[in-house]
């Protein structure tokens, strides 16, 4: 019986091949779109779950609380960890890793056998306890993870960066010359090379310096406070009987013991807390982690799309099944009378869903191998999809096929199963009124997503390109930054300054410890006179020469800013200068920019307060992406002499030119290092790459949704068309003209999409201004983007049902009245 019902299936596909290709495209998209987000959402959750001891893992957090508002960061002061291993017996042991915070990328060098010297840059670089890989589980190709770290001036090397040095050689016990901004000049011994693990990680390094051996041990030394330098990401691996939330009760105890004091004089509180490492990557409780996490939010928006997509793939099935009832309704009569009953009518047209969802099904699996890799660029994430390791997902995927077809099959089963055969042999077979009006608020519901999609695809698109051209207060266009890493190059800084100057193709040189769009920690908790630390704000601080600022295009509103001929006085005085933004101005407490000029503001250091000077203010910039509000700032004038960063401010059409010159200079100053070099605009932006694969994303699966609809709008125009044949012959026979009959065939259609996208736009409205919220700058949604979604739905709607009433317009009726 089985094999008879799919045999009978088969030949009802094959007799109605445009509908049947409809349908099995449909799904297939469908259920192409959900294996792909389902296997991105996997990527997502998986985060960090190859760590052994992971139920015990925790990653102990910060909440800083200040005047009655509260932030929470994944950091903490270098001391804590061991602090509170001495403290707490539920803690078995503690690992710290700390950013090299003040490189973007740092310069590994290795000098072989042959004298021949090898030198890149490479990011995500990190410093680590020597308990590190204990407590965190890395798979070592070399060396031994319980002792890598151990020794001072030793590092571990990802696969990728050993290859690249020594091919397929040992890289064990090699010594190589790490340059770094943040731990100094030295040179460290390899200890160890580790595979990178397949599952995702939220520590991004690709290789880790002990954090015994450079400039930052000497550092680390010196800071006993748990109240200042809130810089490192401290991990604990607790005992197996060990309660977290019983441990984080003890916390605030802990505070007051060791902090309480310092605390207060700073005018501050801290609270700490514990994150599962599991869920570090999702939880949006924290800012300033090792890698910016994902969003629960984004995979919410992900698998609606993705379920929606698919849904309108039913929709499309359920309609056009029960719109063509009156083609199988004899089948129906017959099978009746010959003694079927209403049950295995059912599982006949079952049979026929399943048998489609299942093609579907082989399809979209061949479609989604293919279409991996490309999706994987899209959503910037290496998705991997191993049959051996994940062939759980397929029979997942076979399930949702499964449930697919009896979803979209069981409406159109029962409900050509409920025909009279009475009435069905004679003729009298109509689409009962309930049948109608369901197909319609499928038609309906269809558009209403769809129209959602293009809302939410138009705001994200804009408020990607809103941002990318925002004025960001400061000249954001060729820029070259050039980064300074050993004391080489910092030791070049003045003579390649000097040169560069001297080039008609350069405008203005500067250099500083940071520039616009990059990771800046540095900061400090500045209060004006009279005053105190109670009162004090945080002022981010960067360190310049005096060309920074002009070569930034960043001028004064009040006072003046650093210049060469002002370098004496500016560095004579007792007191040192600064200059500040408007927003510090402001939160400071100061009536005018004006009125700061010349007024001092004050800073507490290990129980000692020194005062600074302002010298000027400036205009707001944006250092941070528009995420985030204009956020107090201050520059002060680098006396030491080493920077971090050289910036040339190159002409516009002479971008080739200022390069290769800039290179030239570079070699011949510095003959052992590589020119790097990056453009500060191409930096920024690259705070956006999520929300730029969002809105990409976002976009293609809009595209998507609207053409599964647009298919079911076409099957539906079509059988309307066939349906209407001799009515549309007579019509043409008394008058009618074909703009007569294209109205005729398409305002039923239009009213539904217009009933839609009623519906449709104060949703999308309420949902964009929700996600719009995550942005401190943000377009509004204004009647232009509505108005211009809706006449998109519309035409898109127009365009596909014209089509077919077009062709039906334009047919002889002579033909069609005597065929029917």
């Known amino acids: 019986m089985l094999k008879n019902y799919f045999k009978i299936a088969w030949r009802n596909l094959i007799k109605s091949k445009l509908f049947s290709f409809i349908n099995i495209a449909g799904l297939t998209i469908g259920l192409t779109c959900c294996m792909l987000i389902t296997l991105y959402v996997y990527h997502e959750l998986s985060y960090d779950s190859y760590h052994k001891n992971l ?27 061991k602090l509170m291993q001495q403290e707490f017996p539920e803690i078995a042991k503690t690992t710290r890793l ?87 000049d030295f040179d460290f011994r390899i200890t160890g090379v580790f595979t990178p693990a397949e599952t995702p990680s939220h520590i991004d390094g690709r290789f880790f310096m002990s954090m015994a051996g450079g400039n930052m041990a000497n550092y680390i030394s010196q800071r006993t406070d748990l109240a200042t330098n809130n810089m490192f990401y401290t ?20 505070i007051d013991k060791y902090a309480g004091k310092d605390l207060k004089a700073m005018g501050f509180y801290k609270k700490q807390f514990l994150t599962a490492v599991k869920q570090i990557h999702l939880s949006s409780q924290t800012s300033d982690n090792v890698t910016p996490g994902g969003s629960v939010a984004y995979l919410y928006v992900l698998g609606s799309i993705a379920l929606f997509t698919l849904l309108i793939a039913c929709i499309n099935f359920m309609n056009l099944s029960t719109a063509r009832s009156s083609k199988r309704s004899a089948e129906v009569g017959v099978r009746k009378v010959l003694g079927a009953d209403k049950a295995s009518l059912v599982r006949q047209f079952l049979s026929e869903s399943l048998l489609m969802a299942g093609l579907a099904f082989v399809v979209a699996l061949l479609v989604t191998g293919l279409a991996l890799p490309l999706f994987s660029k899209l959503s910037g994430q290496t998705i991997h999809f191993y049959v051996g390791k994940q062939g759980w997902l397929i029979c997942v995927f076979f399930a949702l096929a499964l449930v697919t077809g009896l979803l979209a099959g069981s409406y159109p089963a029962f409900y050509l199963s409920s025909f009279k055969p009475v009435k069905v042999l004679k003729g009298r077979v109509t689409n009962s009124l309930a049948a109608i009006s369901l197909r319609k608020g499928l038609v309906v519901f269809q558009f209403v997503i769809s129209v959602v999609l293009i809302v939410a695809s138009v705001v994200i698109v804009n408020q990607m390109k809103y941002m990318r051209s925002k004025d960001l207060g400061f000249e954001k266009d060729q820029q070259i930054i050039i980064p300074l890493r050993s004391n080489i190059a910092k030791g070049i800084y003045t003579p390649l300054k000097d040169e560069l100057s001297r080039k008609s193709f ?98 507490d250091i290990s129980g000692r307060t020194y005062q600074i000077r302002v010298l000027g203010v400036v205009k707001d910039f944006h250092f941070k992406d528009l995420h985030t509000a204009i956020e107090p700032y201050g520059f ?53 790459e999520a929300g730029n694969r969002l809105a990409s994303i ?92 809706a006449g998109i739905a519309l035409a898109i709607a127009l365009i596909t049902v014209s089509f077919q009433a077009l062709r039906a317009a334009f047919s002889n009726p002579v033909k069609s009245l005597r065929t029917e």
């Not at 197996?240 to 105890?253: I, V």
């Not at 630390?533 to 509103?557: C, F, S």
């Open 55 to 81: 139920k015990q893992l925790y990653q102990l957090g910060t909440i800083f609380v200040k005047q009655g508002k509260e932030e929470r960061k994944a950091i903490t002061p270098a001391p804590m960890a």
């Open 235 to 254: 991990y604990l691996l607790l005992r197996p009987d060990a309660d977290p939330e019983k441990l984080e009760q003890k916390f605030p105890a802990f």
């Open 506 to 603: 350069i405008s203005s040189v500067g250099a500083a410890q940071y520039y616009p769009g990059i990771f800046h920690p540095s900061d400090m908790l500045l209060y004006r006179e009279g005053l105190s630390m109670q009162e004090a704000k945080r002022v981010y601080q960067n360190y310049v020469d005096e060309n920074y600022l002009p070569t930034l295009g960043i001028k004064p509103i009040a006072g003046r800013i650093y210049a060469k001929e002002f370098i004496a006085s500016d560095t004579s005085n007792a007191d040192p200068v600064m200059v500040l933004n408007e927003e510090a101005v402001k939160q400071l407490g100061f009536l005018s920019p004006q009125e700061t000029i010349g007024k001092h503001v004050k800073v």
């Open 636 to 688: 002060q004038l680098n006396t030491g002499g080493t920077y971090s960063y050289l910036i040339a401010h190159a002409h516009a059409k002479e971008i080739g030119t200022a390069l290769q010159e800039i290179a030239a200079v570079w070699h011949r100053l510095n003959k052992n290092e590589p020119f790097e070099w990056s453009f500060l605009d191409e930096d920024f932006q690259k705070n956006y």
């Open 98 to 184: 700390l950013r090299t915070f003040l490189d973007d990328k740092t310069l590994l060098q290795y000098r072989g056998t042959d004298g021949e010297l090898k030198s890149f840059y490479e990011t995500n670089g990190y410093l680590a306890d020597s308990t590190f890989f204990d407590v965190l589980t890395y798979q070592f190709r070399e060396g031994n993870p319980s002792t890598a770290l151990q020794e001072p001036n030793c590092v571990v090397l990802s696969e990728e960066i050993a290859r690249k040095f020594f091919g397929n050689k040992p890289a064990l016990n090699k010594v190589i010359h790490i340059s770094s901004s943040t731990n100094g």
């Open 698 to 789: 976002v976009s293609y699966f809009t595209i998507i949704a609207i053409l599964i609809s647009c298919m079911g709008l076409f099957g539906l125009s079509l059988f309307s068309t066939e349906q209407r044949t001799k009515e549309i012959g007579i019509r043409k026979v008394l008058g009618a003209t074909a703009v007569n009959i294209v109205a005729l065939l398409s305002k039923d259609f239009v009213k539904l999409v217009l009933i839609a996208i009623v519906i449709a736009l104060p949703l999308a409205w309420m949902a964009m201004q929700k996600w719009l919220q995550d942005f401190a700058y943000r377009i509004p949604i204004d009647w232009v983007i509505l108005t211009v979604t």
